[in-house]
Nanobody, 121 residues
Framework: QVQLVESGGSLVQAGGSLRLSCVAS????????RGWYRQTPGNQREMVAG???????DYVESVKGRFTISRDNAKNAVYLEMSDLRPEDTAVYHC???????????????WGPGTRVTVSS
């Protein structure tokens, strides 16, 4: 079983910063965590940022210039540095594999509980 464990979410004021972390523990198979996604109540999960095996970082337009994704290959961990946070960034953030911006999110088979980010105005 693969477990995805996200952490770092918190309540923060608009303009503030947070750093999210995700570690994938695995006992079967090989799962590389390379992407961050977020979901708000009543809405579908959306891709926020992803980093490919050759180091290319992709971002949804709304977070470009504010969020930075990075990965620690040795730890199979992925991080998301978030700055200049806005109320519309409020969501539960999840990590998972990343196969590109066009890959259907629903096809990723495993999801962790996520970490909640709340940005107050």
């Amino acid at each position: 079983q693969v477990q995805l464990v996200e952490s770092g979410g918190s309540l923060v004021q608009a303009g503030g910063s947070l750093r999210l972390s995700c570690v994938a523990s695995e006992t079967i198979g090989s799962v590389e965590v390379r992407g961050w996604y977020r979901q708000t109540p009543g809405n579908q999960r959306e891709m926020v940022a992803g980093i490919t095996s050759d180091g290319r970082a992709d971002y949804v337009e709304s977070v470009k210039g504010r969020f930075t994704i990075s990965r620690d290959n040795a730890k199979n961990a992925v991080y998301l540095e978030m700055s200049d946070l806005r109320p519309e960034d409020t969501a539960v953030y999840h990590c998972n594999q990343y196969y590109g911006m066009e890959y259907p999110i629903w096809r990723y088979p495993r999801w962790g509980p996520g970490t909640r980010v709340t940005v107050s105005s």
